[in-house]
């Protein structure tokens, strides 16, 4: 128990990706709003996506990265670089190694920490967790559709008996009908269930740590997606507060700016660019923090945007080794498209031109992040899933809310979409439907309804707001010596 008025000491230790460490930096600031002393654990090379003009209430515990001991290059600590299956693998067996610096940390905190949130993907701090008597709460990067979709593929395995990879089956064990296809499911989840891998091994130790652990700190809103906010704690049967969309804890422009990464433009530069529009005008395109476009693939979109007659902001991630820019953009692409088209070569500043009031369209690789953005800042969307649960978030956004038009994505590939996988027509297409017409308006007023329910979720009162005040409650309240009979009745 803490004495009345005393702060609590929660520490966070996110995974090494931005799309975790970003949304969890969030939380961190929530909680840190709401009275907590809030401890980020990083690693040096990931301590500037904590920029100290955020973290003001926040300490940041830097430890080492155990590169040369995994045999990566000095400074390869983000899963940015972990591409390929022996990079990735050391990068697995890094984290793994990071176990005891951790408990080092957690064990010497003053005051001693009350509990500690972690990464889904860092299953062994449950155990650290268990051995200091603090509780883990697990963070996704993910919603509740996303996980109750994906736990249901994983138990039932729906696309066993398929044998066209193009054939939609419907996945057994979810409210609603989700339909999907073999070849949008991930390589590992359809390879066979004995075959042993790295990520595999990951999963099955991140669920596992799931059902140890105190519970979920889910980024999402109960009124978002209430039937699998619902199955997720009665059917899955695990203990989630939705304290989201966490995004919008950024008030200020600097705020929105200025998270994740130092943008590839100056922010007064492209809010100049973004007030000389009309409202509703410019599609914005971001494939989120990982993901790559083969050059066939950026020269269809680029065809598309250019016919497609409409205003953009087109955030383009290359690879290092890339060819120079004459190689994929289509010659005179930028003088024809001067003035009503901006392309971003690198980091963008996504949350201040989705909260813009010229931005009318997203079109998303529907990270959770990425989609959950969208969704409070009240813009619809054009969807182009790549991988992870990204298919699934997919269908939430065009079946389940309607505030999106799918661009026919049907393959899923490991970060790197290697061939023209979407043709010009069809970018142009969903973009020109998302952008224009009866349908297009019809799923701006949905989503300007879903941005209205997001603020309210989150103000003083809202049914994120009450929830972290209940989870801060219970972690105020928790007592280390009845930990173990704790962990024994919350396990399902
Ligand atoms: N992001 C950004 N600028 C960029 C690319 C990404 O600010 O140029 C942010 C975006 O706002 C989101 C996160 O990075 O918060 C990406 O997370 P998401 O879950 O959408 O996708 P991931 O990167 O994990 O695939």
Redesign the pocket.
């Known amino acids: 128990m803490v004495a009345e008025g005393e702060a609590i000491h929660v520490v966070f230790f996110p995974l090494m990706?931005?799309?975790?460490m970003?949304?969890l930096f969030d939380v961190a600031r929530l909680f840190a709003a709401r009275g907590v002393k809030a401890t980020l654990i990083t690693t040096p090379a990931n301590a500037p996506v904590f920029t100290k003009s955020l973290a003001n209430k926040i300490d940041l515990e830097v430890i080492p990265f155990p590169s040369e001991q995994v045999g990566l290059p000095a400074g390869v600590e983000n899963f940015e670089y972990a591409t390929g299956t022996d990079t990735l693998e050391k990068f697995l067996g890094a984290l793994r190694l990071l176990e005891s610096p951790v408990e080092g940390v957690l064990g010497r905190l003053e005051p001693r920490p009350r509990c500690i949130v972690s990464d889904l993907f860092l299953p062994w701090t449950a155990d650290v967790a268990g051995r200091l008597g603090i509780p883990r709460l697990t963070f996704h990067?993910s919603g509740y559709f996303g996980m109750a979709v994906s736990d249901a593929m994983r138990k039932h395995r729906p696309f066993a008996g398929v044998e066209d990879e193009d054939e939609e089956f419907v996945v057994p064990g979810v409210p609603g009908e989700v339909r999907l296809t073999r070849r949008k499911t991930s390589p590992q989840l359809k390879a066979a269930e004995e075959k042993q891998s790295g990520i595999r091994e990951l999963l099955k130790a991140a669920f596992e740590a799931e059902r140890k652990s105190y519970g979920v700190i889910m980024n999402s809103f109960n009124e978002l997606e209430p039937d699998y906010a619902h199955h997720y704690r009665n059917v899955m049967g695990i203990r989630a507060w939705s304290i989201g969309p966490v995004?919008l804890c950024n008030r200020s422009i600097g705020e929105k700016a200025t998270?994740?990464?130092k943008a590839a433009i100056d922010e007064h530069e492209c809010l100049r660019w973004l007030d000389s529009k009309p409202p509703n005008s410019v599609v914005y395109i971001?494939f989120?923090?990982?993901?790559n476009m083969s050059t066939p693939q950026l020269r269809q979109i680029a065809l598309a945007l250019e016919s497609s007659r409409q205003n953009f902001i087109w955030?383009v991630r290359r690879p290092a080794e890339a060819e120079e820019e004459e190689e994929w953009l289509p010659k005179g692409f930028e003088d024809r498209t001067r003035g009503r088209g901006l392309v971003?070569l690198?980091?963008?500043?996504?949350?201040m031109i989705l909260d813009h009031a010229a931005t009318g369209t997203f079109l998303t690789?529907c990270?959770?992040?990425?989609?959950l953005?969208g969704i409070s800042t009240g813009v619809n969307m054009v969807t182009w899933p790549v991988f992870?649960e990204q298919f699934i978030n997919e269908r939430l956004i065009t079946d389940v809310l309607r505030v999106g038009v799918s661009v026919g994505a049907s393959q899923y590939f490991d970060r790197v979409v290697e061939v023209a996988s979407v043709g010009r027509e069809a970018v142009e297409e969903a973009v020109r439907r998302a952008m224009v017409g009866a349908e297009a308006e019809e799923m701006r007023g949905r989503a300007a309804e879903l941005k209205e329910m997001a603020w309210k979720a989150v103000e003083e009162g809202g049914s994120s707001f009450e929830e972290l005040s209940h989870l801060l409650q219970e972690l105020r309240s928790f007592d280390a010596a009845r930990a173990d009979e704790y962990y024994l009745t919350s396990q399902c």
Not at 346 to 351: E, I, L, T
Not at 367 to 371: C, I, L
């Open positions: 990706a931005h799309g975790h970003i949304p990067g995004s998270r994740g990464k971001c989120g923090s990982i993901t955030v971003i690198g980091w963008a500043p996504q949350v690789h990270g959770w992040n990425s989609t953005e992870a």
